[in-house]
């Protein structure tokens, strides 16, 4: 794998842990959603340092090029972590809902 | 027997007051005593203003939350004020309330949990049926209620259903968000609950907004016909 894309993809993960730690340590995001962003991370920096296991994985897989392995394995981590964004999105609009029903029907109940 | 009717309305200033004031009328001259509670979906327009104007029974939610979202509150009300039947009555002049006593009369027996308000029965002289169109997706969506739960229902988009204490209960836990009477019937059966069909008569809308418009019927279909599959596969819990 060219020297460039390590170094470009080593670059994207320094920076992605920084905007990890640094919205946990502001408490901007909790513990718990930054797994899968730490768990994306580490596989970036893996890819980036043993170029040869990725490209012997690539060649496995069948991939053309050790670069498309590296597009797939990008586009499976966002595919994750947009799904798990759908479920935690439905589960706040059914805490939303209840608060807007229960919150109603209190207003309703101390007007008289 | 405590008896609730929960009117949804979502701007209903042209409709709401004449339909609150016929069920007034309808208790006086038949002795009955429906309760009326409407719930008001957020509307931007004066409904708000007329339901405290005429001292109309009312819950504002504080957001729109859809259809599904405002029947529930209904629902939750009915449960909290130890009702015995639970009646979604539309605000649009769609629903007649003479129909109601036929409606609850299963519930009253006791031979249903859930009692709907058709016009596709055979007992139903309703000369407003919805169009082409609109039947022959009411058919399809009865007919997938069917393959998967084995019970014939007829008129599944139907807004005008009573429920008794133990759906009250159920529903004011978990109902549907959107397209909630085809979803939740479904699920209901699939439990082991009991549904029946009344005949009645129902009028085209009066004014107002349909909540199924026309451009969203093809979303519309797929969501529900996609539900129905997924409750089917679930398996009931009962």
């Known amino acids: ?112 | 027997m405590k008896i609730l009717l929960i009117i949804p309305a979502y701007n209903e200033q042209e409709n709401i007051l004449r339909t609150y004031n016929e069920i007034v009328e309808y208790n006086k001259i038949h002795n009955t005593n429906y309760d009326v509670i409407v719930i008001n979906d957020g509307s931007k327009d004066h409904t708000e203003q007329i339901l405290k104007d005429n001292k109309i029974p009312h819950i504002e939610l504080i957001h729109n939350l859809g259809i599904g979202g405002a029947v529930q509150t209904g629902y939750k009300y009915a449960l909290i004020n130890d009702y015995d039947v639970a009646i979604q009555f539309d605000g649009d002049g769609q629903h007649d309330v003479n129909y109601v006593g036929n409606i609850i009369e299963p519930i009253k027996k006791g031979v249903s949990n859930m009692s709907i308000g058709s016009r596709f029965v055979s007992d139903s002289t309703s000369e407003f049926k919805s169009t082409k169109a609109r039947q022959l997706g009411i058919k399809l969506l009865s007919s997938f209620i069917y393959f998967f739960t084995r019970e014939k229902v007829y008129d599944v988009t139907s807004g005008f259903r009573a429920i008794d204490r133990s759906l009250i209960k159920k529903f004011s836990i978990s109902y549907p968000l959107e397209y909630p009477e085809p979803i939740s019937t479904t699920e209901i059966l699939k439990e082991g609950y009991k549904v029946s069909e009344i005949g009645v008569s129902m009028n085209e809308r009066l004014g107002g907004v349909s909540s199924i418009r026309s451009w969203k019927n093809v979303y519309y279909m797929l969501n529900v016909l996609m539900s129905i599959v997924v409750i089917g596969i679930r398996g009931g819990k009962k």
């Not at chain 1, 920076?15 to 513990?31: C, D, N, Q, W």
């Open chain 1, 1 to 112: 794998m060219p020297m460039n894309l390590r170094m470009a993809i080593l670059m994207v993960a320094i920076v992605l842990l920084l905007v990890i730690f640094r919205a946990l340590s502001k408490k901007t995001i909790p513990v718990k959603y930054s797994f899968l962003w730490i768990i994306s991370v580490i596989i970036l920096i893996l890819l980036a340092l043993v170029p040869n296991t990725l490209i012997w994985f690539a060649s496995k897989l069948g991939f053309q090029a050790a670069s498309n392995l590296v597009i797939g394995v990008f586009l499976i981590i966002l595919i994750f972590i947009t799904i798990s964004l759908t479920i935690i999105v439905s589960s706040q609009n059914r805490k939303i809902t209840l608060l807007i029903q229960e919150l109603s029907i209190l207003k309703e109940k101390i007007k008289d």
